[in-house]
């Protein structure tokens, strides 16, 4: 099952343009741009602990066992490792190096530090509180889940695990691609972050001879309860985590299709989410849709569709619910339909800056036409003299001057976000057709050296598009990208279907334009 638009869009790819930031710990979701090794706040915070056993001279050991104390005082604590008497401050109590490394790399990471307020104080908040590592972990990811961005985050062991299957492409679910929308009958607050949408669930699309596909469910069905639980105040981020579980296990599902309700028992498959599909659709226009820009083959795939239909007088890309994913695959991707021109600028905190006097960087990419190369530059401050210069190999322009069609609608996120403004802005033949994309011009990056095999997640930079437009922020400041061509389609419309309004008006407009530009 797919999130959409989903909070999780952070590829994990051992390829050439990430190779870095990997080997460091860190993947940027956008563009794989490395940083320096934050986890040696990590072994810092180690190197810098008390002698073990030892709590201000005492022996921490003793203490955490459930001695009485000197002279046989009450008070002190039966719990393994817990920290002396009722009434001491942080200060009086050791440190954990857990809780401080997280604390401390958060810091490093996020583009906006200042939520985090006094970081020193806040390194030692809950030092005699953590008695364990799982206390180190549950109160990292508490103060962060404070902070108001629901893309910060601390992800524990088991939340890490199962992204690790979804950037794979599998994972146990039930095949079935949903749009996270706010529930009308709900008090839901439109302004905030798709973690605060609850409600029941509308299915999208169902994956051939997927678990969903086998018990029948269809586009435009309404998942109302899961395993008997009403969905009507529950996150849906929670609803669509509690379908996925190991293979070969049940799930039950109560589904209503128009004025009827069922339940139906799946049992969770290995699902693959589909990369790309592309098809003919007769006068001369194909079509292709991404689910998503995760996958390394894409560029490749793409390649290859655009050559299946080398004889195509028009395109339709459907980007419509998709969420995004890698930097490299959207430029690589933009270049095949623009000859050239500023594709996308980034902007980031230099991560050597303070988290108390940050400097940003930014970074310029721009495609050179005619000279197979991708120019990369950086800024830093408000400079315009480069301070770093990177040519790469970049794609040709497959496209020509054919006029393509852009689908999107409001789970159109992230870098299929950067694709979009980018063919808009620098191909005059492009015409963008559907409603307002989702607004995510944010880049997260994850670190996954942390302590206990968790990994932190953290908005490191934002994004604009070659005409200085910011996308937003993914949750409270929304703006997207608006399409030349508004289409609303009605809800459940199955994509591709005979109702789809907003492909039957994309193959409208391409066929206008073939006729007006005489291509026959």
Same mark, same amino acid.
């Given at each position: 099952?797919?999130?959409?638009?989903?909070?999780?869009?952070?590829?994990?790819?051992?390829?050439?343009?990430?190779?870095?930031?990997?080997?460091?710990?860190? @993947?940027?979701?956008?563009?794989?741009?490395?940083?320096?090794?934050?986890?040696?706040?990590?072994?810092?915070?180690?190197?810098?602990? @008390?002698?073990?056993?030892?709590?201000?001279?005492?022996?921490?050991?003793?203490?955490?066992?459930?001695?009485?104390?000197?002279?046989?005082?009450? =008070?002190?604590?039966?719990?393994?490792?817990?920290?002396?008497?009722? +009434?001491?401050?942080?200060?009086?109590?050791?440190?954990?190096?857990?809780?401080?490394?997280?604390?401390?790399?958060?810091?490093?990471?996020?583009?906006?530090?200042?939520?985090?307020?006094?970081?020193?104080?806040?390194?030692?908040?809950?030092?005699?509180?953590?008695?364990?590592?799982?206390?180190?972990?549950?109160?990292?990811? @508490?103060?962060?889940?404070?902070?108001?961005?629901?893309?910060?985050? *601390?992800?524990?062991?088991?939340? /890490?695990?199962?992204?690790?299957?979804?950037?794979?492409?599998?994972?146990?679910?039930?095949?079935?691609?949903?749009?996270?929308?706010?529930?009308?009958?709900?008090?839901?607050?439109?302004?905030?972050?798709?973690?605060?949408?609850?409600?029941?669930?509308?299915?999208?699309?169902?994956?051939?001879?997927?678990?969903?596909?086998?018990?029948?469910?269809?586009?435009?069905?309404?998942?109302?309860?899961?395993?008997?639980?009403?969905?009507?105040?529950?996150?849906?981020?929670?609803?669509?985590?509690?379908?996925?579980?190991?293979?070969?296990?049940?799930?039950?599902?109560?589904?209503?299709?128009?004025?009827?309700?069922?339940?139906?028992?799946?049992?969770?498959? @290995?699902?693959?989410?589909?990369?790309?599909?592309?098809?003919?659709?007769?006068?001369?226009?194909?079509?292709?849709?991404?689910?998503?820009?995760?996958?390394?083959?894409?560029?490749?795939?793409?390649?290859?569709?655009?050559?299946?239909?080398?004889?195509?007088?028009?395109?339709?890309?459907?980007?419509?619910?998709?969420?995004? =994913?890698?930097?490299?695959?959207?430029?690589?991707?933009?270049?095949?339909?623009?000859?050239?021109?500023?594709?996308?600028?980034?902007?980031?905190?230099?991560?050597?800056?303070?988290?108390?006097?940050?400097?940003?960087?930014?970074?310029?990419?721009?495609?050179?036409?005619?000279?197979?190369?991708?120019?990369?530059?950086?800024?830093? +401050?408000?400079?315009?003299?480069?301070?770093?210069?990177?040519?790469?190999?970049?794609?040709?322009?497959?496209?020509?001057?054919?006029?393509?069609?852009?689908?999107?609608?409001?789970?159109?996120?992230?870098?299929?976000?950067?694709?979009?403004?980018? /063919?808009?802005?620098?191909?005059?033949?492009?015409?963008?057709?559907?409603?307002?994309?989702?607004?995510?011009? *944010?880049?997260?990056?994850?670190?996954?050296?942390?302590?206990? +095999?968790?990994?932190?997640?953290?908005?490191?930079?934002?994004?604009?598009?070659?005409?200085?437009?910011?996308?937003?922020?993914?949750?409270?400041?929304?703006?997207?990208?608006?399409?030349?061509?508004? *289409?609303?389609?009605?809800?459940?419309?199955?994509?591709?279907?005979?109702?789809?309004?907003?492909?039957?008006?994309?193959?409208?407009?391409?066929?206008?334009?073939?006729?007006?530009?005489?291509?026959?």
């Amino acid at each position: 099952m797919a999130l959409h638009p989903p909070i999780e869009n952070v590829p994990n790819r051992d390829n050439a343009d990430n190779r870095s930031g990997i080997a460091n710990g860190l @993947q940027d979701e956008l563009n794989g741009m490395s940083y320096p090794s934050l986890s040696t706040a990590y072994r810092q915070a180690l190197s810098n602990t @008390q002698t073990p056993g030892k709590v201000d001279g005492a022996n921490r050991d003793q203490i955490g066992a459930g001695a009485a104390g000197k002279d046989g005082e009450p =008070g002190k604590t039966t719990e393994p490792g817990k920290t002396i008497e009722p +009434g001491k401050t942080a200060g009086q109590c050791a440190e954990s190096p857990d809780y401080k490394a997280i604390i401390d790399t958060a810091a490093a990471m996020m583009f906006d530090p200042s939520p985090l307020g006094d970081v020193a104080k806040l390194e030692h908040k809950h030092d005699c509180e953590i008695v364990s590592q799982d206390d180190a972990l549950k109160y990292a990811k @508490q103060e962060l889940d404070s902070l108001g961005d629901p893309y910060t985050k *601390v992800l524990l062991p088991d939340e /890490v695990s199962a992204l690790k299957q979804k950037m794979d492409g599998h994972f146990g679910g039930v095949g079935v691609l949903v749009q996270l929308r706010p529930d009308p009958a709900s008090k839901d607050d439109k302004g905030g972050g798709i973690e605060k949408l609850v409600g029941p669930i509308t299915v999208n699309n169902v994956f051939p001879g997927s678990p969903a596909d086998k018990a029948g469910l269809q586009s435009g069905d309404v998942i109302t309860h899961i395993n008997g639980r009403d969905l009507k105040d529950v996150k849906q981020i929670e609803a669509l985590e509690s379908m996925k579980g190991s293979i070969g296990s049940n799930v039950d599902l109560t589904i209503k299709r128009g004025d009827e309700s069922f339940d139906r028992t799946l049992t969770r498959g @290995q699902i693959q989410v589909p990369e790309m599909e592309d098809k003919d659709l007769g006068d001369g226009i194909a079509y292709i849709r991404l689910y998503d820009f995760d996958q390394l083959e894409e560029p490749k795939q793409m390649r290859e569709a655009l050559e299946r239909h080398k004889d195509a007088k028009a395109f339709v890309i459907d980007l419509r619910n998709n969420p995004g =994913g890698l930097l490299d695959n959207a430029l690589s991707l933009s270049s095949m339909f623009v000859d050239s021109g500023t594709l996308i600028s980034v902007k980031g905190r230099n991560p050597y800056s303070s988290p108390a006097q940050p400097i940003f960087d930014e970074q310029k990419v721009r495609l050179l036409p005619i000279v197979p190369l991708e120019l990369d530059t950086a800024y830093s +401050g408000n400079s315009w003299i480069p301070s770093a210069l990177r040519l790469r190999l970049r794609e040709s322009n497959l496209l020509g001057n054919r006029p393509v069609a852009i689908l999107t609608n409001g789970g159109t996120a992230s870098a299929s976000e950067i694709f979009t403004a980018a /063919v808009k802005a620098d191909n005059p033949n492009s015409t963008v057709i559907g409603t307002d994309s989702f607004g995510k011009g *944010v880049v997260q990056t994850l670190n996954f050296e942390m302590p206990g +095999g968790s990994a932190l997640k953290a908005t490191t930079q934002r994004y604009y598009g070659p005409n200085g437009d910011w996308f937003g922020d993914g949750y409270k400041d929304r703006h997207g990208i608006h399409p030349d061509i508004v *289409v609303e389609n009605p809800q459940g419309t199955e994509f591709g279907s005979a109702s789809d309004q907003q492909l039957n008006t994309a193959r409208d407009h391409l066929r206008a334009k073939l006729k007006e530009s005489r291509i026959a």
